[in-house]
């Protein structure tokens, strides 16, 4: 059995999958972008602005599900260019102060252009 967590809070889901899964003690969420929730309208232009709108998005699906950043375990980070490494931390460092396990990769290409995407895994309160 699993749960669907939907927040107006964040991003509506675009397409045929769920903002956010939670099963077997766990928390499994899309990727976010910065996208305007309610809207769907690109926020920032630069990697700063941008993440710091995929964060607040997070934080979004884990207050809805009872959560913090410090119960995220795993984070999996998209960048459209891998020289916005440094800025992109810089942000991410300010809200995942946990440090959990992560995996940071270069795309060839983002929804809309987009500059950065962070899905999460979380463990759930028992």
Known sequence: MFN???TDRAPAAIGPYSQAISANGFLFASGQVALMPGTGEIVGKTIEEQTERVCRSIKAILDANGLTFNDVVKTTCFLADMNDFTAFNAVYGKY???????????????????????EIVAALKK
């Not at 440090?99 to 060839?108: E, G, L, N, Q, T």
């Open 4 to 6: 669907v967590t939907k």
């Open 96 to 118: 995942f102060t946990s440090k959990p396990a992560r995996s940071c990769v270069a795309v060839k290409a983002l929804p809309k252009n987009l500059l950065c995407e962070v």
